[in-house]
């Protein structure tokens, strides 16, 4: 994607925010994944750190989203409209 490819894709993701404002609560962009630390346990000397993105999915996190919602139907029609990211994983939080 080019750099203005990309820049009109973050406007259509800054409107989308925009849009449902009043029910996200949360979101944060995480650092390329680059910078991340892998934590294994269950190895016989407990915690093994491994420096670098070593994820064994196809596809990376990039940020989350917390939404304040009253059920699965009405997040899944926020995403109707998510401009982002092909794929989103939705996840109830404890």
């Known amino acids: 994607m080019g750099d203005d490819e990309q820049d009109l894709q973050f406007e259509k993701v800054d409107r989308w925010f925009a849009a449902h404002a009043s029910k996200i609560t949360t979101f944060r962009r995480l650092k390329s994944i680059e910078t991340a ?17 070593f994820c064994e999915d196809r596809e990376a996190v990039s940020g989350y989203i917390e939404v304040d919602a009253a059920d699965l139907d009405e997040v899944l029609t926020m995403l109707r409209t998510w401009p982002g990211a092909a794929t989103v994983e939705v996840r109830p939080v404890r």
């Open 37 to 53: 630390t892998t934590v294994r346990r269950g190895t016989e000397e407990g915690l093994r750190v491994i420096d670098g993105p």
